[in-house]
């Protein structure tokens, strides 16, 4: 199993963004060539290059109000793989803190392991081996930082040494030359603008919000949740955030309750 991870926005105070979120897409190796096959057609049957399209430039109301047609198929078609091949989708969504999040040196920022969480869940639910985390890459100080701190939760902590089926080797790849990060990336973008505005609590106002809710309630359709065992509670596939604050014991170590 392969895991795509990418994130909308940043969990800092001075990110415009209010609702950040990062989100993996789980894809069977055996789907790769099919998938990256079907993102090459399309991009070539609409632009008629390769070049990596963000989604900033197709997740904005300009897409509908300019009726900038080949943006809207292109995000259209993305979020159409999720229906033409057997993939699962989870994500983090965080509020913008009022005060900068610190991190414990060596510590695995809060909203990665609680999505690395649901890929465990998720794993062990469908029987597979081991998932293989593949990040979009920074630069090479921010993906070795994360390199550690994913190391040390896997090693160090009570919840990550419990893991199972998540490979201790994570990957950091270019999205410009690596199609299905492109898939996070979109899939990200979709569902920060659909929190920030607002719509899990109300209407769609405007063609171009129901547009934003008919992408999501796709991706949204391809994750799951599972009861957590020997707990009353589930871990939801699509997890709402609201404090990043990084809870260890005395002796700095992140236990299975937290």
């Not at 190391?151 to 160090?156: D, I, R, S, V």
Request: charged residues 25%; hydrophobic residues 35%; glycine residues 4%.
């Amino acid at each position: 199993m392969l895991t795509f991870i990418d994130e909308s926005g940043y969990p800092r105070p001075t990110d415009a963004t209010k609702n950040p979120v990062l989100v993996a897409v789980c894809i069977h190796e055996n789907d790769i060539r099919a998938i990256t096959n079907h993102i090459y057609k399309l991009k070539d049957s609409l632009y008629g290059k390769q070049d990596e399209i963000k989604s900033t430039n197709l997740i904005r109301e300009a897409t509908i109000t300019k009726n900038r047609n080949i943006n809207k198929a292109y995000a259209e078609g993305m979020v159409n793989v999720l229906n033409e091949f057997d993939i699962s989708t989870f994500a983090i969504i965080m509020e913008r803190p009022e005060t900068e999040i610190i991190t414990p040196e060596h510590h695995l920022p809060r909203q990665y392991y609680l999505l690395q969480k649901k890929v465990e869940f998720y794993c062990a639910a469908h029987n597979y081996d081991k998932a293989l985390m593949i990040f979009d890459e920074i630069h090479e100080e921010a993906d070795r930082k994360i390199a550690d701190a994913m190391t040390g939760f896997y090693f160090k902590t009570t919840l990550g040494r419990s893991f199972n089926h998540i490979l201790e080797m994570p990957l950091f790849v270019s999205s410009a030359v690596t199609p299905s990060v492109q898939l996070a990336d979109i899939y990200a973008g979709i569902i920060r603008h659909y929190y920030e505005d607002k719509l899990d609590s109300q209407s769609p106002t405007s063609k171009y919000q129901e547009w934003l809710c008919s992408l999501f309630d796709v991706i949204y359709a391809h994750t799951e949740n599972y009861p957590v065992p020997g707990k009353n509670y589930s871990e939801y596939g699509f997890q709402r955030v609201k404090s990043l604050l990084y809870k260890v014991n005395e002796n700095s170590v992140l236990t299975e309750s937290e």
